[in-house]
């Protein structure tokens, strides 16, 4: 058997009832440099169930525009004070030393991203280190002036949520938000040409359950690619109202009430763009539906009724620069506390930025021997963290 990484899989680890697959010892150590180990701290990051890491999510702010609903209380989070939020500099050298060992992607996420200062500016940056795909994930509202400037910036990829094509629906699950600007945004960003664009779609029961169909055909009369997304039980369960909760079989049998037969589900995310399908790069997994006398892929991200922890390859930095092995636990790694100690020690000693890398990979690397081999989100809305999602980084 193959894993998603390409490499032989065996069941090694168990949560729950669930039996995970991850990589064998022997398979992940061919991963090395030269096919070795060793102390090379160049070794490609994995976790200590082998599994490789790739991906790296970076909130840039806690901060949001919005209140949706299932994320945010009405009145907000407790904001962070802006110096304990990572400058640009200090996410660039984390990037810059994780792309060392293996990280090839990278998504700018929050909160909401497009709050944060200057973000043009920090696309630049993180385009000139050589990433495969920097990719945003935005809620839209400032897409219409920001869209085209990303572009040229540097980004390849854009993710938006648009959980209603309702005006009314939307203002009620934003609490703040204006569907026509966001709808604005979205023609922005098809004429700024991205590589592709995907609409995130938080599917809810008594809420959008019956426009799963609408935001499909609507995506797909405009090449953005439809994901539906599982409601996931975060800050304690506390914005998470079972009821409301529609697990991807439903959301699969609306689909197929709406298309007719889906075709066979994978998680190669980009044939219709024409570029090479990204196996296992994000969470979701796509299915194929007809339309308009062609096939189209929906994705579906649904964490809590068919979790994908064994292919797992992301990690997330906090907007203070504490690296999430996993967005359902709280515990985090404190990369910031490298940068700043850093900082405090070179007016006494030297230390080299390529010191600080090392320090920086090694901290992970230790780290991330403690990723979990998987979550308990279950759909009574049980088993996340006590943090909120822009407190992690979503
Ligand atoms: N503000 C940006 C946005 O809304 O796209 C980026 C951050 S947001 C936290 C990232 C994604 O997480 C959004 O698609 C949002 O719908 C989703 N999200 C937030 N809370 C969630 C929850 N409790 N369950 C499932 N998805 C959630
Ligand atoms: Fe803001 Fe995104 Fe959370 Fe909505 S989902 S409150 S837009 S961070």
Same mark, same amino acid.
């Given at each position: 058997m193959k894993s998603a990484a390409g490499g032989a899989v065996a069941p090694v680890a168990t949560l729950g009832n669930r039996r995970l697959k991850v990589l064998q010892p022997e398979a992940a150590r061919s991963l090395g440099p030269a096919g070795t180990l060793g102390p090379d701290p160049l070794t490609p990051l994995t976790d200590g169930l082998q599994r490789p890491i790739s991906y790296l999510r970076i909130s840039l702010t806690d901060r949001c525009n919005?209140?949706?609903?299932?994320?945010?209380?009405?009145?907000?989070?407790?904001?962070?004070?802006?110096?304990?939020?990572?400058?640009?500099?200090?996410?660039?050298?984390?990037?810059?030393?994780?792309?060392?060992?293996?990280?090839?992607?990278?998504?700018?996420?929050?909160?909401?991203?497009?709050?944060r200062k200057d973000l043009l500016q920090?696309?630049?940056?993180?385009?000139?280190?050589?990433?495969?795909? $920097?990719?945003? @994930? +935005?809620?839209?509202?400032?897409?219409?002036?920001? &869209?085209?400037? %990303?572009?040229?910036?540097?980004?390849d990829r854009l993710n938006v949520s648009l959980d209603t094509l309702s005006a009314e629906r939307f203002r009620a699950v934003t609490r703040r938000g204006n569907l026509d600007a966001v709808l604005a945004g979205l023609d922005a960003a098809r004429a700024a040409g991205f590589r592709h664009t995907k609409l995130n779609t938080v599917a809810m029961r008594g809420f959008n359950d019956d426009e799963l169909g609408a935001v499909c055909r609507y995506a797909f009369e405009r090449d953005f690619i439809p994901r539906f997304i599982e409601l996931m039980p975060m800050a304690?369960?506390?914005?998470?109202?079972?009821?409301?909760?529609?697990?991807?079989?439903?959301i699969r049998a609306r689909l197929q009430a709406e298309f007719g037969e $889906?075709?066979? @589900? +994978?998680?190669?995310?980009?044939?219709?763009?024409? &570029?090479?399908? %990204?196996p296992g790069v994000g969470p979701a997994r796509y299915t194929e539906v007809r339309f308009a006398g062609?096939?189209?892929?929906?994705?579906l991200i649904s964490a809590v009724t068919e979790p994908f922890c064994d292919t797992c390859n992301r990690i997330r930095l906090s907007a203070t620069g504490q690296l999430h092995?996993?967005?359902?636990?709280?515990?985090?790694?404190?990369?910031?506390?490298?940068?700043?100690?850093?900082?405090?020690?070179?007016?006494?000693?030297?230390?080299?930025?390529?010191d600080q890398q090392s320090r920086l990979v090694a901290l992970a690397?230790?780290?991330?021997?403690?990723?979990?081999?998987?979550?308990?989100?279950?759909?009574?809305?049980?088993?996340?963290?006590q943090k909120h999602m822009v407190s992690i980084g979503g």
């Open positions: 919005y209140r949706c609903t299932y994320c945010m209380p009405e009145g907000g989070v407790d904001i962070l004070p802006r110096d304990e939020i990572l400058s640009f500099e200090e996410i660039e050298a984390i990037v810059a030393a994780l792309t060392q060992v293996g990280v090839r992607r990278v998504r700018l996420t929050g909160g909401e991203p497009t709050v920090l696309v630049q940056r993180l385009g000139r280190l050589g990433l495969e795909d $920097l990719s945003l @994930s +935005t809620n839209g509202e400032r897409l219409g002036e920001l &869209a085209r400037p %990303l572009r040229a910036a540097g980004l304690a369960g506390s914005l998470f109202y079972p009821g409301t909760f529609l697990p991807a079989a439903e $889906l075709g066979p @589900s +994978t998680t190669a995310a980009l044939p219709e763009s024409g &570029a090479a399908a %990204l062609q096939v189209r892929r929906v994705g092995a996993c967005l359902a636990y709280d515990d985090a790694i404190d990369l910031r506390s490298v940068l700043r100690a850093a900082t405090a020690a070179a007016t006494t000693a030297a230390t080299t930025p390529k690397r230790a780290g991330l021997q403690q990723k979990r081999p998987g979550h308990e989100f279950t759909p009574a809305g049980c088993g996340g963290p």
